[in-house]
Nanobody, 122 residues
């Protein structure tokens, strides 16, 4: 089993920036692709961004040009740099990981983190 631990959430004003981190531990040999999802109150969980072992990426249209996903394999960590934040970015952000990039994009990964709250005030 792999374990994912997110950090970096918080309260920020609109237009500001935050960087989320997700550190993987345990059976990390089973992890190739990682990603970030978010869930706002009353809404379904949605893909924000995903990154493959080879650093191919997939972004939601709503965050393109504002968010950047990256990974540091030496630290078993994936990052989400969020800029030009908007109130509609307010949500719980979840880290996801799986052996398959398409599976992460599809939303059915083997592993999920516990979530970190991001609140953007107007």
């Amino acid at each position: 089993q792999a374990r994912l631990v997110e950090s970096g959430g918080g309260l920020v004003q609109a237009g500001g920036s935050l960087r989320l981190s997700c550190a993987a531990s345990g059976s990390i040999f089973s992890i190739s692709a990682m990603g970030w999802y978010r869930q706002a109150p009353g809404k379904q969980r949605e893909l924000v961004a995903a990154i493959s072992r080879g650093s191919a990426t997939n972004y939601a249209d709503s965050v393109k040009g504002r968010f950047t996903i990256s990974r540091d394999d030496a630290k078993n960590t994936v990052y989400l740099q969020m800029s030009s934040l908007k109130p509609e970015d307010t949500a719980v952000y979840y880290c996801a990981a799986d052996a398959s990039f398409p599976v992460v994009v599809r939303g059915t990964p083997d592993y999920w983190g516990q979530g970190t709250q991001v609140t953007v005030s107007s």
